[in-house]
Structures are given as C-alpha cells and as structure tokens.
C-alpha cells in the first residue's frame, strides 16, 4: 500500500542553524501539507501546498517556514533559523482532493533544537 | 476559531468488548465535517471514521461507529469487539466546510487506547 515517507526520522540541530526536513507524498496525489506536535500539545496545520503555491498557512508559518517541492517526488519543509520553540513531531500529509479530510500522513520526522 | 477537545488522555478497554472515545468540540460554523484519526505506535496516523455535519445519519465503518449529536456538539467514537490491534492514540479532528478551509484539520489533544488481552 502506497506511503508517505519522512526523512530524516530525528534530526537533532542547534539554534539558529537551518533545517530541511523531506517528505514523499503518495505518488498520484496533488495536495500536500505539513502539521506539528509540539510534546504534549495538540497536532497543529502549518501550510497546505498546491500546484507549486501555498494554499493555506496558519499563523504559525512565519517568514523563518518554507516549502517547496523541488522535483516531481519531494516535498520540503525548511527552517531558516531554528529557534528552542521549533522542537517538535513535524508531520507531512498528502491527499487526492483538497476539501474531503482524508489526509495520508507520514510517520513523522523529530526535530530536536539546542 | 474552532477548538477541539478530548478529555480523557488514556482509556483501557478488555479484549472483544466495547469502549467509547468522547470528543467535543466548539464552532460557530453549521457546515463541517469531523473525523477520527488512529495512530499506532510508531506507524501513521490513518483515518477510522468521517461525519459530515449535515448529515443526521451516525458513521459506521466495520467496529467503528460514531455518535455524533450536533446541538450538544459532541462526536463520540465506538469501538466494538475491541482488538489487540485498536491499541494506538485516537485524534478527534475538525474541519470547517465554508470558505476554502481546505483540509486544514483542527485536532483534538488525543486519546491513548490501551486494549488488554
């Protein structure tokens, strides 16, 4: 059964220093996104992405957040400089439609910052 | 905005027996949808059951059921002939149906399932 896959699984960095974390969506599908668990809070959306552009954002997604996907397989998130607060369970998603919900999730990838 | 909330952190249910997960949840919106997600330990988070709001008609898929009562803006997950695979953490989710809310999903905080054998 097709999977979203994250990479790296936990990536320890310092404060300031940037981060790139990676995600392949399922194949055919067009809509992708990216949620956070800060450790004992509740799962939170970032961005959502579509046709090259960013379709939503929360507010949580500052100038420091970008996303991209750079080939027809990968789809990034960076962190220009991390920040202590930034430590969390980053989370990618992918979906066929953009409004039934049924989002595809990897298995998420630990950010560590000291 | 919309919050969505779980209160209770852990339940344990005994092997072949029912348990419910309670879920409420805030809005000012009409027309939304809810979900539930289950997450097992170190896998994915998938989807178990989706509710539109409009539809008076509870979700059923297999085990699972909802009971969802709009007025008191209540979304309860049934599980039923309770598996040692059901053990995982079960996420409430929100999402709005007006505007371009996409999916942006509003989660709840969690509910861990502890299945004893």
């Known amino acids: 059964e097709p999977e979203v896959t994250q990479t790296p699984s936990h990536q320890v960095t310092q404060m300031g220093q940037e981060v790139i974390l990676r995600c392949v969506p399922i194949?055919?599908?067009?809509?992708f996104y990216w949620y956070r668990q800060i450790l004992g809070q509740k799962v939170e959306f970032l961005v959502s992405?579509?046709?090259?552009?960013?379709?939503?954002k929360s507010e949580i997604f500052d100038d420091q957040f970008s996303v991209e996907r750079p080939d027809g397989s990968n789809f990034t998130l960076k962190i220009r400089s991390t920040k202590l607060e930034d430590s969390a369970m980053y989370f990618c998603?992918?979906?066929?439609?953009?409004?039934?919900?049924?989002?595809?999730f990897g298995e998420g990838s630990r950010l560590t910052v000291l | 905005a919309q919050t969505v909330t779980q209160s209770q952190p852990e339940m344990s249910v005994q092997e072949a027996e029912t348990v419910t997960l309670s879920c409420t949840y805030d809005?000012?919106?009409?027309?939304?949808?809810l979900f539930w997600y289950k997450q097992p330990p170190s896998r994915q988070m998938i989807l178990v059951i989706r509710?539109?709001?409009?539809?008076?008609q509870n979700a059923t898929e297999n085990r699972f059921s909802v009971n969802f009562q709009k007025a008191a803006k209540s979304f309860s997950l049934k599980i039923s002939d309770s598996q040692l695979g059901d053990a995982a953490m079960y996420f409430c989710?929100?999402?709005?149906?007006?505007?371009?809310?996409?999916?942006?999903?509003?989660f709840g905080g969690g509910t861990r399932l502890m299945v004893k054998p």
């Open positions: 509710q539109e709001a409009y539809k008076q």
């Open positions: 989710a929100y999402r709005s149906a007006e505007g371009n809310a996409g999916n942006m999903l509003t």
């Open positions: 998603a992918s979906s066929e439609t953009p409004n039934t919900g049924e989002l595809f």
């Open positions: 992405f579509y046709n090259n552009e960013i379709s939503e």
């Open positions: 809005t000012s919106e009409s027309d939304y949808y």
């Open positions: 194949s055919n599908h067009l809509y």
